[in-house]
């Protein structure tokens, strides 16, 4: 394809992820939960523009939206390419709808040429864990992972994930056959980066290496409750002043390990009282890192440092896990052919890691996968003022595409 054919199908693919933005639950910003309402419109467009493409569109037991481009053998192995059509409350139009546009974008562009294998598009029905707490319940159907357990969880409601699939016009008893077929050549997502490391660099685009692990606890800090003013600071058992010491260790230790990330998101002082100490401090922690390893040495000198700081203050330390997600890395073969796509477009080749999940990272532990960042202009995402280049957009269809013929002529 020719520049200008590349730069208005990226354009369309932009305009796209704005159009579906107005698929929303809540007016004036984009709010799109698990087989919320707005998924139907978003199933009819995204529908149209598949078939326009030469796709069959079917929605599996999951909610997932699929396309399938067919290859020219008879019965021809499968590329899944996708992301997720979901959001965040007050998102932006880009974070997985992106992925899913290009993937369509990627049809488009071969202007009815058939490749060895198929090309399937997927619209994950649900990746941020929003609605049910639980994330990649679309991605872990195609993975064969979504178990009784995850149908049976509750939202705010108090119904079941099932329930859902139901009120969705679905059967979930037949989420099983949304599982890939076993011939599967491989994944390939595309994602804005989420960050600021490549707007940082002045880079378009970045070829994911891994996807981080995470650890993830929450802690209580408990001391005694007491009067501010006649309390003299050698005898209070302040739980949040215990918290604070541990909250800039954390921050002091992850800043002296390369690669890693940790932080406190979440502190809940009780009593919250102008006047009051502080008997019970609630505190989070999240630590990620590429190499398991590292991340839960870190992870268990953190907690241990917690301790010793409770005890010297004359604190209890109370923590209960919540997550132990180990690093994903993405496959080395298809990794490889990206990056020469990445860079026969002339541009740089940068390699990240990942520090947040994303479904390559639950399909990866059933066929091969890869995946490919695209800028974040400022760094912003899960924010109404999170956008795209459309030449980085085009920057990633022309990588795309190259992609497509690297893995066409690699199948024997």
């Known amino acids: 394809m ?27 910003v984009t709010t799109r939960t698990f087989l919320s309402a707005p998924m139907h419109d978003v199933h009819a467009r995204v529908t149209r523009w598949m078939q326009a493409a030469g796709m069959t569109v079917a929605v599996d037991a999951a909610g997932n939206i699929r396309g399938v481009y067919p290859g020219t053998a008879t019965r021809p192995a499968r590329l899944y390419i996708g992301s997720h059509l979901d959001t965040v409350p007050g998102a932006g139009a880009f974070d997985g709808i992106l992925g899913v546009m290009l993937g369509l974008a990627l049809v488009e562009s071969l202007g009815g040429r058939r490749l060895p294998f198929a090309i399937e598009v997927v619209g994950f029905s649900e990746e941020e864990g929003v609605r049910f707490g639980t994330p990649f319940i679309g991605s872990r159907a195609l993975a064969g992972t979504l178990d009784g357990a995850l149908l049976s969880r509750q939202d705010a409601s108090g119904r079941t994930v099932s329930d859902a ?19 599967a050549l491989g994944y390939l997502e595309f994602h804005i980066e989420q960050g600021p490391v490549l707007d940082g660099r002045g880079l378009p685009l970045g070829v994911v290496d891994a996807i981080a692990g995470q650890s993830r606890l929450m802690l ?3 001391g005694a409750t007491n009067h501010a003013g006649t309390t003299p600071m050698t005898m209070r058992r302040d739980a949040l002043a215990g918290a604070a010491e541990w909250i800039t260790a954390v921050e002091r230790t992850a800043a002296t390990i390369e690669g890693l990330a940790a932080t406190v998101g979440h502190v809940q002082a009780t009593p919250s009282v102008v ?18 390893q590292a991340r839960l040495r870190a992870y268990d000198s953190l907690l241990r440092l917690a301790g010793e700081i409770a005890t010297r203050r004359g604190l209890v330390l109370a923590y209960e896990h919540h997550l132990d997600q180990r690093a994903t890395p993405m496959d080395a073969a298809l990794t490889t052919l990206l990056a020469t796509a990445v860079e026969s477009t002339g541009a740089p080749v940068a390699h990240l890691t990942s520090g947040a999940g994303h479904d390559a990272m639950i399909l990866a532990c059933r066929l091969p996968a890869a995946m490919l960042f695209l800028r974040s202009p400022g760094g912003v995402s899960h924010h109404p003022d999170e956008t795209v280049h459309e030449t980085d957009v085009a920057a990633a269809l022309t990588a795309g595409l190259r992609f497509l013929d690297l893995l066409a002529a690699a199948q024997p």
Not at 6 to 26: K, S
Not at 168 to 179: H, I, M
């Open 2 to 28: 020719d520049t200008a054919t590349i730069a208005a199908t990226a354009a369309e693919a932009v305009r796209r992820c704005r159009e579906l933005a107005e698929c929303t639950e809540e007016p004036g």
């Open 165 to 183: 699939i139901r009120a969705f016009g679905l059967d979930p008893s037949r989420v099983g056959e949304a599982c890939v077929a076993p011939d």
């Open 220 to 222: 209580t800090f408990s």
């Open 275 to 292: 006047n009051m100490i502080v008997g019970r401090c609630d505190v989070s922690l999240d630590v990620r890192h590429r190499e398991d």
